[in-house]
Structures are given as structure tokens and as C-alpha cells.
């Protein structure tokens, strides 16, 4: 039998090009397993021994670190500052993991940049802590930087040292990042402008209560008692007491008497600081004054409308039905010739309010019509308010001879507003 002079080849399972290379495959496990112990350390606040495995893995050059390792360390290290006895390990370290990171060609995210800034303003280098946030954005846009918790660091860092030009820079680019402040960061910003007497911006900061809070805490309310009892505050005017123009300005802004006028300070003089409580009548109890309404001013009122006008074109714009639907323009046109209105009613909702039983259903008479009469009765120029109530309800209610004299009296007055087919009657 004849046999050949070359031996049969025969692959090795560890040579078949179809496996997964098994040194690359180690590595891989390497740096799953450092990821599981580097969250195990964060849960735990375990500093030290996070450290020890990150020092470990850098000096055996098996494990290759990624973005996530570092995310972890960094965060470890900023969760470490209330600690007093970690407090200097945990700057230091993050400082030179945070340049190892960047140094690796690795791009730091949003949750890296907000530890290392919390790191450096613990530090007390506000510059750094802005710097990051800015070198994040220049690199990846505003879009990598959603949100207020990266920026915080540094404003709150130079509002404590009173550094006023830096924390303007700071706001600024807050806004240009489309990011808004809270309270807390309102709170820091009208301590600071009151105690380097910027009574422009503490003005500013008072109506961002205002506008963004509304509700402060005791804390808050302390700052705007403190500013107020000041010498400062008692300096302070911008426009004399010119009635005619406060009220033109009020109603403006959506209030006559009282409230926000945006002309700045009026009058000069001491103010009286009280603590008080507000009556059910919106009677203030400690000055006997009745509290104005404020209500949204032209600028507010317009973005409201249009951001409304927007949701009603896509909505029309998703819709399938083969049936022509009214543009949401009409509807303007309609209000534009009958809107002289004092009250707005939606008319299923009141409609149907508490008829989820088995015999409930809509409630023309003893709901609707009767609170369309209340309003009727109690404005002082026996004005109508405007129904909402979607076509089909109209026509079933003109259908039924119970419900149709109420219904012919509102269309009669130009009071019944009948949304078309496909669009929601709110």
C-alpha cells in the first residue's frame, strides 16, 4: 500500500481561525472583572481598595482601561470629599487618573467632567472646574452637557470666594448651553450680588425666584431677608413713584397693581421686613394689602402659543383620517373676531366629571349649562364664557330634543365652539 510522504494536516481547535483568540479573549475578562470591582468598591465607598486594583491593573500592563474605568474611579474619588480623612487622596488621585484618561486619547463624558469638577472645586480652583466643563463642550457641543449639576461646581465655587466677573462667565454659558438654574444656584448668586452690592443683579436674581421657583426654602428666605434689612437695599433706587407708569409697565406684565413691573427699585428709603401669613382672600395679614394676580407677561403669553399653535400643525400633520380636517389657523381666525372672553370652559370635562358609574354619562343640564349660568351671572357685565365641546358631541346633543334649545342659545351667542373631526377639544 502505498502512503504518502506528507502526514495528513490536522487543525488545532486553538488554531481554527473561526475561534476567538484566547489571549484577547483574557483580556476582555480582565476588564470586565476590573469594571464588577470597580462598581463593587463605588457601592461600598471603598476609596482604598479601589485604587489598589486600579494601581494594580496600570502596573501588570495585562488590563487595557477604558472610558468606563476611569468613569468609576473618578466618581469614587468625588463621592470621597465629605470624608476629611480621604479628602486630599481623593483630589489628588482624581486629578492624575482624570490626566491619564485624557492623556490616553480618551474623551471624557458628562458624568467624568461632573466628578472632576467637584474634585477641583473642592479644591477651590474654580478655573478648572470651568475649564473642563467648556473644553467638554468645545469638543462634543451643548449637547454632551445636559446638565445643571456640571456647570454647579464652579459657579457655586466662585460665588464663594466672590468672584463676580467669573460667575457672570459661568451663567452665560449656562444660557448659551440652554441650561437653567435652580434654586440653590439662584440662592448663591443673590447671596453674592448682595454682599458685593450689585443691586442691579440682585434685582435680576429676586424675580428668577419669581419666575423659575416660586416656593423658596428657609434658606433662600433668609438671603432675600438679609439683603433687604441691609444699608444697601435702603440706598437703592432706580425710578421714582410715577403711579401712571408703574401701572402701564404691571399691566404689561400681566398684573395692574402690584407685582413685577420691571422698572427696577421704587422709591428709596428703609424697608419694613415682616413675617406674615396670606388670608384665604389674598389679603396680606402683616400690611392689610390685597395681593395682586400675577399673570404671564407678552413675552411668556406668546412662547405659550406658539409652542401651543406647533403641537396642534403636528398633530394634524400624524393624522391618517381620510375625513378633511379644519387647519388649527381657523380656529385662531374664529377667536380672533369672538374673543372677547373671560372664562374658558372645557366642556367634556365638566361634562363628564364624576359620571364614571353605570348610569353616569354627559351632564348637559346639571353640570355644564349650570356652570356656563354661574359664570354668567357672576361676571359683572353678564358676559358669556366660551364652550369647547368636540362635533360629534354637538351633534348628538342637537339631536336629542332635551339638550337642544341650550345648545341653539350658546351657537345664537357665538359661545359654542365646535372642534372639528381629529383634532382634541383640548
Same mark, same amino acid.
Given at each position: ?6 502526514p495528513r494536516s490536522r487543525h488545532r481547535r486553538d488554531e481554527s481561525p473561526t475561534k476567538p483568540n484566547k489571549k484577547k479573549k483574557a483580556s476582555h475578562n480582565q476588564e470586565k472583572n476590573l469594571l464588577v470591582s470597580l462598581h463593587s468598591c463605588s457601592k461600598s465607598k471603598n476609596l482604598s ?34 470624608? +476629611? ?13 482624570? *490626566? ?29 472646574a470651568f475649564k473642563v466643563v467648556k473644553d467638554l463642550v468645545a469638543v462634543c457641543g451643548v449637547s454632551s452637557v445636559p446638565r445643571l449639576r456640571t456647570y454647579a461646581q464652579a459657579l457655586l465655587c466662585f460665588c464663594e470666594r466672590l468672584e463676580a466677573e467669573k460667575w457672570y462667565e459661568v ?27 450689585? $443691586? ?5 436674581? +429676586? ?11 428657609? $434658606?433662600?428666605?433668609?438671603?432675600? *431677608? ?8 435702603? $440706598? ?46 389674598? $389679603?396680606?395679614?402683616?400690611?392689610? *394689602? ?108 342637537? *339631536? ?27
Open positions: 500500500m502505498a502512503t504518502s510522504d506528507h481598595a479601589a485604587l489598589s486594583l486600579y494601581d494594580a491593573a496600570i502596573a501588570s500592563g495585562d488590563v487595557r482601561l477604558i472610558q468606563q474605568h476611569f468613569q468609576s474611579l473618578l466618581y469614587l474619588c468625588s463621592a470621597s470629599l465629605g470624608d +476629611l480623612s480621604l479628602q486630599t487622596l481623593a483630589i489628588d488621585r482624581g486629578f492624575q487618573d482624570f *490626566e491619564r484618561m485624557v492623556g490616553s486619547g480618551i474623551s471624557p463624558n458628562e458624568a467624568s467632567v461632573t466628578s472632576m469638577a467637584r474634585l477641583a472645586a473642592a479644591k477651590g480652583d474654580g478655573d478648572y451663567e452665560e454659558h449656562m444660557e448659551a448651553s440652554d441650561i437653567a438654574l435652580e434654586e440653590v444656584e439662584i440662592s448663591a448668586l443673590l447671596k453674592v450680588s448682595a454682599a458685593t452690592g450689585r $443691586e442691579n443683579k440682585v434685582y435680576r436674581y +429676586l424675580h428668577k425666584l419669581r419666575e423659575c421657583v416660586g416656593f423658596v426654602t428657609e $434658606e433662600t428666605s433668609k438671603v432675600i *431677608e438679609e439683603w433687604f434689612c441691609s444699608e444697601k437695599a435702603s $440706598e437703592v433706587s432706580e425710578i421714582g413713584s410715577d403711579v401712571e407708569l408703574l401701572r402701564a409697565a404691571g399691566l404689561k406684565n400681566g398684573v395692574e397693581w402690584g407685582g413685577w413691573h420691571g422698572l427696577g427699585w421704587v422709591g428709596e428709603g428703609k424697608w419694613v421686613v415682616k413675617k406674615g401669613n396670606v388670608s384665604p382672600d389674598e $389679603e396680606c395679614l402683616s400690611c392689610g *394689602e390685597h395681593l395682586a394676580c400675577v399673570d404671564t407677561n407678552e413675552v411668556e403669553t406668546e412662547n405659550f402659543v406658539n409652542s401651543l399653535v406647533a403641537l396642534a400643525v403636528e398633530r394634524k400633520a400624524k393624522m391618517n383620517s381620510s375625513e378633511p380636517m379644519e387647519d388649527f389657523s381657523e380656529f385662531q381666525e374664529w377667536l380672533e373676531k369672538h374673543g372677547d372672553y373671560e372664562a374658558i370652559l372645557d366642556g367634556a370635562n365638566i361634562g363628564l366629571y364624576q359620571q364614571n358609574f353605570a348610569d353616569g354619562g354627559f351632564s348637559l343640564s346639571q353640570q355644564l349649562d349650570a356652570v356656563v349660568k354661574e359664570l354668567y351671572n357672576k361676571s359683572g357685565n353678564k358676559k358669556w364664557p366660551l364652550i369647547l365641546l368636540h362635533k360629534k358631541r354637538v351633534n348628538a346633543l342637537l *339631536e336629542n330634543p332635551n339638550h337642544r334649545n341650550v345648545v341653539e342659545e350658546w351657537i345664537s351667542n357665538d359661545v359654542l365652539y365646535t372642534t372639528p373631526p381629529g383634532s382634541n377639544d383640548d
